[in-house]
């Protein structure tokens, strides 16, 4: 079982950046494809970012591409979303999720994550 400890979330201006970082603990961290979702309130949840095990590869949505950063650091457990040039749509719940691999692979589908933060909320004023 792994839990995933999402943080860094905060009220930030428009233009402004934030990081946040999720912990996670319970299994082999390297093992798993990691992802950033998010969800807006009265939308569904939508793929942020993503990245494989060895962080060699990463993938984004087209909202964020250019402005958001995923990266890791497997020995300390620890994925990150940089997000510079922070928009008020950029507004939402932000999760981390974690899929179980045994290749270097990612997902942008959030039905194919095996475990999921309690999220951290992310507010951008205009």
């Known amino acids: 079982q792994v839990q995933l400890v999402e943080s860094g979330g905060g009220l930030v201006q428009a233009g402004g950046s934030l990081r946040l970082s999720c912990a996670a603990s319970g299994g082999t961290f390297s093992m798993y494809a990691m992802g950033w979702f998010r969800q807006a309130p009265g939308k569904e949840r939508e793929f942020v970012a993503t990245?494989?095990?060895?962080?060699?590869?990463?993938a984004y949505a087209d909202s964020v591409k250019g402005r958001f950063t995923i990266s890791r650091d497997n020995a300390k457990n620890t994925v990150f979303l940089q997000m510079n040039s922070l928009k008020p749509e950029d507004t939402a719940l932000y999760y981390c999720?974690?899929?179980?691999?045994?290749?270097?692979?990612?997902?942008?589908?959030?039905?194919?994550?095996?475990?999921w933060g309690q999220g951290t909320q992310v507010t951008v004023s205009s």
């Open positions: 990245i494989t095990r060895s962080g060699g590869k990463t």
């Open positions: 999720a974690a899929l179980f691999t045994v290749s270097d692979y990612f997902s942008r589908s959030p039905s194919t994550y095996n475990y």
